[in-house]
């Protein structure tokens, strides 16, 4: 029964981990004053009747820092690449020369470092609340394992260990927010 528990408190661990991952990889789309690849490579382009993700028919480069340059495989597709990025709301003007397609990337204004820091305290939050609620199942599990014998002194130290995974996990968001924030606000 002890070993019930360990893997509830794994599982959590593991869940929550799943969840700072996610966190992550929405905060690399967040466009922080700097072209990256990662900014575009997420939008869905028409492809032989499919939606796929623009880095899958292209090649997606920054020559310098405030410049994208995508350049299709096929090139045919240089009209739906330019459509998707339009249709994206990602806030970019792609110039087409019939070769390859250019996203110039201007400066962020004040306004739109405000949204964009809005934005991703927005995710850090959405990532907290995801993080409450798998220690709030874990501990109801918890609960569930007691009823079906397990010793309450091992619950505790269960739930002591789900609430300091927690409280690290929260500290890492925070991290992670707090580094993505300086970023937007750096001109």
């Known amino acids: 029964m002890s070993a019930d528990y360990k893997e509830h408190v794994d599982a959590a661990s593991d869940k929550m981990a799943k969840a700072i991952s996610f966190l992550e990889e929405a905060l690399v789309h967040i466009r ?11 939008v869905m382009v028409s492809y032989y009747g499919s939606m796929v993700p623009l ?18 495989w096929e090139k ?7 459509k998707a990025i339009i249709n994206s709301n990602l806030g970019f003007n ?11 990337i201007p400066p962020l204004t004040e306004e739109r470092r405000r949204e964009l ?10 990532t907290k609340i995801i993080i409450r609620n798998i220690r709030r199942d874990t ?9 079906l014998g397990l010793a309450e002194d091992l619950e505790k130290d269960a739930q002591d260990q789900v609430q300091k995974l927690t409280d690290k996990f929260i500290k890492n968001i925070d991290e992670l927010v707090a ?3 300086k970023e937007i606000l750096t001109v």
């Open 32 to 42: 922080a004053g700097k072209a990256s690849p990662k900014l575009v490579d997420a």
């Open 55 to 72: 880095g899958q028919v292209a090649n997606i480069s920054t020559p310098d820092a405030r410049t994208i340059a995508i350049q299709p």
């Open 76 to 82: 045919k597709l240089i009209k739906d690449i330019e």
């Open 94 to 104: 792609p110039d087409n020369n019939g070769e390859f397609i250019r996203i110039s």
């Open 117 to 126: 820091t809005k934005q991703v305290k927005h995710e850090g939050e959405d």
């Open 139 to 147: 501990n109801d599990a918890l609960k569930k394992l007691v009823k």
């Open 179 to 181: 580094i993505k924030e």
